[in-house]
């Protein structure tokens, strides 16, 4: 009896040089603007009707924010909250933080302000972005709690415990806004590595302290 033994299927040839390097969510964002521009780049809805951002509008408030940030004195690395539903706002101040090489702390907008104080404590941001009355009063109740937090903006309206609105943070930094602010700006914004820290996402902190 004779035994028929099938050679092993050579491997395929693989080819085409290294993997490419990682991309960042900053380069991602410059390149989105670059690339598509377009009128209706987010849609939000006021008094019934939709209207449109334009990406040409994102990237200016997302670079005037980015600055408004700098004149506070807030630096690369440091922890930057977000409290808010969704709406353009959020999107405005989250590429603000990453161009800036500071990493944001997203917060469940349902939680009640002992649960968002933990967060801020822990994440040890010395900012936060808040959008209505409503978040605004929750920070009140536990500011004195944090030491940590130096500014509080609104999207809104300022308040007892907001320091500005989110259009107070972009007019300083419009009026910051010179050829070497933009450049540092941009400097910073693509020397931001995969490997740096962008976001801090927290647990709902349904069954205990988040997490």
């Known amino acids: 009896m004779t035994t028929a033994v099938t050679a092993p299927a050579a491997r395929p040839t693989v080819s085409g040089g290294p993997p490419p390097r ?38 200016t408030r997302v670079r005037h924010a980015a600055l408004g940030l700098r004149t506070l004195g807030v630096k690369r690395n440091d922890r930057v909250a977000i409290l808010a539903e969704n ?80 259009a107070d943070l972009e007019h300083r930094g419009a009026a910051a806004e010179t050829p070497a602010s933009l450049s540092d700006y941009r400097h910073i914004a693509e020397s931001v590595e995969p490997d740096d820290l962008a976001t801090l996402i927290y647990t709902s902190g349904t069954t205990g302290p988040s997490k």
């Open 22 to 59: 990682p991309g960042t969510l900053t380069a991602l964002f410059f390149s989105a603007l670059e690339k598509f521009d377009k009128p209706d780049a987010l849609l939000v809805k006021r008094g019934g009707v939709y209207e449109a951002v334009s990406h040409q509008e994102i990237e």
């Open 87 to 166: 709406r353009p706002e959020w999107a405005i101040a989250d590429y603000a933080c990453l161009t800036s090489g500071v990493t944001d702390v997203p917060i469940y907008p349902t939680l009640p302000a002992d649960q968002i104080a933990y967060v801020l404590k822990d994440s040890g941001a010395v900012a936060i972005f808040v959008s209505t009355r409503e978040q605004v009063a929750k920070i009140a109740e536990v500011r004195s709690e944090l030491p940590a937090l130096a500014h509080v903006i609104s999207f809104d309206e300022a308040g007892v415990a907001a320091d500005m609105t989110m």
